[in-house]
């Protein structure tokens, strides 16, 4: 079993940053392949970004590439999102998520066993 604790949300303006964390706990945090999900509204979970256990391997979605970075600390069992250039359609719940091998290719929610209860990021003036 692992558990998962998103923290950082808050209101941005267009423009800036914040950066997310996810601590994680029971289960060999390298072992697991983390990743960040987002879901606005009356929209669908979307994938945003995910690690593999050793940090080597990364992949982002298309509308964040370049604005987004996401990392881990093993050391820490923590993971981050370190968003710039925040626009007003970033806005959602942001979720981690972590699956139980240490490399997946994988944007499908799924094919993650485990979930944070989220955390809300809103960019707006």
């Known amino acids: 079993q692992v558990q998962l604790v998103e923290s950082g949300g808050g209101l941005v303006q267009p423009g800036g940053s914040l950066r997310l964390s996810c601590a994680a706990s029971?289960?060999?945090?390298?072992?697991?392949?983390m990743g960040w999900f987002r879901q606005a509204p009356g929209k669908e979970r979307e994938f945003v970004a995910r690690?593999?256990?050793?940090?080597?391997?990364?992949a982002y979605a298309d509308s964040v590439k370049g604005r987004f970075t996401i990392s881990r600390d093993n050391a820490k069992n923590t993971m981050y999102l370190q968003m710039n250039s925040l626009k007003p359609e970033d806005t959602a719940g942001y979720y981690c998520?972590?699956?139980?091998?240490?490399?997946?290719?994988?944007?499908?929610?799924?094919?993650?066993?485990?979930w944070g209860q989220g955390t809300q990021v809103t960019v707006s003036t």
């Open positions: 998520a972590a699956a139980r091998t240490s490399y997946l290719q994988s944007t499908n929610t799924a094919d993650y066993d485990y």
């Open positions: 690690i593999s256990g050793g940090g080597a391997w990364i």
């Open positions: 029971g289960r060999t945090f390298s072992s697991t392949t």
